[in-house]
C-alpha cells in the first residue's frame, strides 16, 4: 500500500473495517450486518493478510471498495501483529475502522451455554474462565478501537441496526419500498407484504381512446385519479402507510413492497401506483416502482 508526505492529503481510496473483540459478542452478527450492506467480508484471516486482500479487492471494485474482516485470537501467534497492521493501514489511502465488539460476564456466559459450545480460549477450565482470559488479552486492542459497542443489551436485530448506522451509506441507514403495479388474473404477488385492490375505480378499458393507453400516460392517470373513491383512497392509504413504514424501520426491516392491483395490472394499478410512488419519494423515502404486467395484455 501506498504510503508517504505526498499521499497524506489525497482523498481515501475506499473503507476497510477490522472487527475484532470478544467471543460471544456478536463478531459474525457484526460481518453479516456490513455483508447485507454490500461489504466484502472475510473470516478469521491472519492479520498480515489484509493490506494485501484489501488491495486486491480494490483492483477489481475501484475507489468504492467496502472491504471488512474478522480478526481474532483464533489466528495464534499472528494476532499479535494486528497493531503493526493498523498502524500500516492508518497511514494508507483508506478509510480505517476498527471496530470492537464486547458484553458483560453473565451475558457472555448465557450465549455459550445457549450454543452448547465452549469458549475458545478456557482450555481444561470453564468458560467464565477463559471469557476473562480473552478480556484481559484484548484489552489493548480495545483502547486501539475507533467504535467500541458493548452487545449486552442489544438483540441481533439492535446490533444490526447500530452497524448499518455506523457503517451503512445514508439510503442504506432508509427503509426502501417498492410500489408494484400487478394484475389480479395473474396472480397475487408472493413478495407482496401488503396487497390493495383498486378495481372499484371506473376502469379506463371501457373508454374507447384510452383502452390501449396505459396507467403510465398522462390520460389514463388523469381519469383514474379524477374519480373521488380513488382520490381518497391515496389519502387514506398514505395515512394507513405512514406508521407502518415507520415501525419497519424501527424494525430493523430495510426492503418493503407494497402491491397495487387492478384486473390486467395496465391502466388503474399502474396510475395509482405511479402517483403512490410520488408521494412517497416526496416524504423522504427511497422508492422504486414496478409494474409487472404492464405489457402482457
Sequence with gaps: MSHGSENSSAPPQGDVVIITGLAGAGRETAAHALEDMGWYVSYNIVPQLIPTLYELRASADGEDTRFAVVVDPRSGPFFSELPDVIAELRQAEVRLRVLFLTADEPTLVRRFDSVRRPH???????????????????APYRRMADLVVDTSPLNVHELTMKLRAAFGSHDEQRLTVTVLSFGFKYGIPLEADHVSDVRFIPNP?????????????????????????????????????????????????????????????????????????EALRAAGHPVRVRHRDLGRE
Design 120 to 138: 475458545p480460549l478456557q482450555g481444561e477450565e470453564g468458560v467464565l474462565e477463559g471469557i476473562r482470559r480473552e478480556r484481559e488479552m484484548l
Design 205 to 277: 378499458y371501457w373508454v374507447p381512446e384510452l383502452r390501449p393507453q396505459r396507467g403510465t400516460d398522462p390520460e389514463v392517470a388523469q381519469f383514474v385519479l379524477a374519480d373521488a373513491n380513488g382520490a381518497e383512497f391515496l389519502d387514506r392509504y398514505l395515512e394507513m402507510i405512514t406508521p407502518v413504514l415507520r415501525g419497519y424501520s424501527e424494525e430493523n426491516k430495510h426492503f418493503t413492497t407494497l402491491a397495487i392491483g387492478c384486473t390486467g395490472g395496465k391502466h388503474r394499478s399502474v396510475a395509482i401506483a405511479e402517483r403512490l410512488g
